[in-house]
């Protein structure tokens, strides 16, 4: 069964720091992994989508790598700002060859304080 | 494009009332799922749908049903609600794997 974790659960930066959130996950055969945003009380924003032939993506100040051999990803953020403040979920799709399942890790709560 | 549109976005039920929380998307994806939100668990999988007529059961099944008859739609049915079933309802949507998944708003429950 896959697992996936993420952390730290919680981290509190001041603004302007650039920061590291890390996932990592038990079955390396994944189709992809997908960061998401969560805002308290809304819905999920997807953030960055990796192929699991691809080693980063990149979107302005946003960077998340993959290492499925290792079954790990980190999401990268440059020049943190406020706006930032908000649960990060990383999600893994597909294990043991299926393609339809979404597996979630418990999330960072990330609070940048101005 | 309005995405993936859940409805209602709050709803009370009492111990034994069934209800359908409804899920639509106008992108022509194929894939469609439900996920619930629960403190602590993280997001589970209820059920998934790969295409008009074909339905699957995730890791929580229980007490939800499903159905597909279009492309557009995946309603979530409760059959008899439980205070277990209090949570936060997810659908997201799909073109196919490759291209990741976009979430709705969601719909928060609560049963009494």
């Known amino acids: 069964k896959q697992e996936v974790t993420q952390i730290p659960a919680a981290l509190s930066v001041p603004e302007g720091e650039n920061l590291v959130l890390n996932c990592s996950f038990t079955d390396s055969a994944i189709y992809n992994l997908q960061w998401f945003r969560q805002d308290p009380g809304k819905g999920l924003t997807s953030l960055l989508l990796?192929?699991?032939?691809?080693r980063e993506q990149t979107s302005g100040r946003l960077n998340a790598s993959l290492d499925k051999s290792s079954g790990r990803s980190t999401l990268y953020i440059a020049a943190s700002q406020p706006g930032d403040s908000a649960t990060y979920l990383c999600?893994?799709?597909?294990?043991?060859?299926?393609?339809?399942?979404?597996?979630f890790g418990k999330g960072t709560l990330l609070t940048v304080n101005p | 494009n309005a995405g993936v549109t859940q409805t209602p976005k709050f709803q009370v039920l009492k111990t034994g009332q069934s209800m359908t929380l409804q899920c639509a998307q106008d992108m022509n994806h194929e894939y469609m799922s439900w996920y619930r939100q629960d403190p602590g668990m993280g997001l589970r999988l209820i059920h998934y749908?790969?295409?008009?007529?074909?339905?699957d059961q995730g890791e929580v099944p229980n007490g939800y049903n499903v159905s597909r008859s279009t492309t557009e739609d995946f309603p979530l049915r409760l059959l008899s609600a439980a205070p277990s079933q209090t949570s936060v309802y997810f659908c997201?949507?799909?073109?196919?794997?490759?291209?990741?998944?976009?979430f709705g708003s969601g719909t928060r429950l609560t049963v009494v």
């Open positions: 999600a893994v799709n597909g294990s043991g060859g299926s393609n339809y399942k979404l597996t």
């Open positions: 997201a949507s799909s073109r196919t794997a490759s291209y990741g998944y976009t």
């Open positions: 990796i192929q699991s032939s691809q």
């Open positions: 749908s790969v295409g008009a007529g074909i339905t």
